[in-house]
């Protein structure tokens, strides 16, 4: 996911989007522990999609509470 995409979505949009990497990064890590995970490389995707829209988040909120 681009950092446009986040940028353009809502607050509520990102919250949701947010739940749904964590349950993804959740099964993630136990197909990983099982030796199940066929795509390792989603694992480092999903955390820094996290991290992308946790970034995008915290600049809305410092943004609306300076308006």
Same mark, same amino acid.
């Given at each position: 996911? !681009? #950092?446009e995409e986040i940028r353009a979505k809502s607050q509520d949009e990102? !919250? $949701?989007?947010l739940v749904q990497l964590k !349950? $993804? %990064?959740f099964n993630l890590r136990? %197909?990983? #522990?099982s030796g199940?995970? $066929?795509n390792t490389a989603r694992v480092r995707q999903v955390r820094r999609d996290? #991290?992308?829209i !946790? /970034? /995008?988040l915290g600049g809305k909120q410092t *943004? $609306? *509470?300076g308006e």
């Amino acid at each position: 996911m !681009k #950092a446009e995409e986040i940028r353009a979505k809502s607050q509520d949009e990102l !919250k $949701e989007q947010l739940v749904q990497l964590k !349950k $993804e %990064q959740f099964n993630l890590r136990f %197909q990983q #522990a099982s030796g199940q995970l $066929e795509n390792t490389a989603r694992v480092r995707q999903v955390r820094r999609d996290i #991290a992308r829209i !946790k /970034t /995008t988040l915290g600049g809305k909120q410092t *943004a $609306e *509470a300076g308006e």
